[in-house]
């Protein structure tokens, strides 16, 4: 296991347009889903997987579908992948975690993805978290290629 928090994720333009699609396409509510990836310091996206959000209340908070999880840590058996995090929108136009972000981090090496919709409720940049263990919340780079 990955003792090192990640300091990087690099994705495509086209998993970007994809991130931004979703928190658009789900406002009022907070869009939700799983990324699979490569790599340990340096995470390399490799599927973002949309999910269900099943939260009591999907315009505050989000609940990634389990069954989602657990269908793709099936499909990833063998193939060198692994989920290495999240995805979720906010709706409200935060772009940082919000405290009850923080609270259900529970893996020091996951992934946050955040996703703030502007006022116009356009995506605006989508930004990467870790959570470590006692610590702060610290943003880690994305890095966009084509």
Avoid: K
């Amino acid at each position: 296991m990955n003792t090192t928090s990640p300091s990087q994720l690099v994705l495509s333009r086209a998993q970007d347009a994809s991130l931004r699609a979703a928190a658009e396409n789900a406002y009022p509510a907070e869009c939700c889903g799983l990324l699979a990836g490569t790599g340990e310091a340096s995470l390399t996206l490799t599927q973002v997987v949309n999910a269900a959000n099943i939260a009591t209340d999907p315009q505050r908070q989000f609940t990634i579908d389990p069954q989602v999880h657990f269908d793709l840590l099936r499909r990833l058996r063998g193939t060198g992948e692994r989920v290495i995090g999240h995805y979720h929108s906010h709706p409200n136009g935060i772009t940082g975690l919000s405290r009850q972000d923080v609270a259900m981090a529970d893996d020091p090496n996951a992934v946050w993805v955040i996703i703030a919709l502007d006022a116009a409720q356009h995506a605006r940049t989508p930004l990467a978290f870790v959570c470590p263990a006692g610590q702060e919340p610290m943003r880690i780079e994305i890095v966009i290629r084509p």
